[in-house]
Nanobody, 115 residues
Framework: QVQLVESGGGLVQPGESLRLSCAAS????????MSWYRQAPGKERELVAR???????NYADSVKGRFTISRDNHKNMVYLEMNGVKPEDTAVYYC?????????WGQGTQVTVSS
């Protein structure tokens, strides 16, 4: 079955960097678009970044130029490099794949940006 396991979250200060990782298993990773979403307290879950099977990327305007999504099809991993983090980046970050109109999510990893 599809499994997504996020890691790498934590407490960081504004302006610092963090790298999130997502380990995928149970499906043919290389043929699916992968995404990172986030959900802040009291807010709806929102798309942060996505990467296609060819490696093309899209970003939310709020993170463009600061975050970078990447994938390693040999390791079945997707990453989110977060640079210049801001307090408004505080959220639970989720890895996502959508297959046959079904969304699959990991358990999430908490990122807190605070001085």
């Amino acid at each position: 079955q599809v499994q997504l396991v996020e890691s790498g979250g934590g407490l960081v200060q504004p302006g610092e960097s963090l790298r999130l990782s997502c380990a995928a298993s149970g499906f043919s990773f290389s043929i699916y678009l992968m995404s990172w979403y986030r959900q802040a307290p009291g807010k709806e879950r929102e798309l942060v970044a996505r990467i296609s099977i060819s490696g093309s990327t899209n970003y939310a305007d709020s993170v463009k130029g600061r975050f970078t999504i990447s994938r390693d099809n040999h390791k079945n991993m997707v990453y989110l490099e977060m640079n210049g983090v801001k307090p408004e980046d505080t959220a639970v970050y989720y890895c996502n794949t959508k297959q046959n109109n079904i969304n699959y999510w990991g358990q999430g990893t908490q990122v807190t940006v605070s001085s």
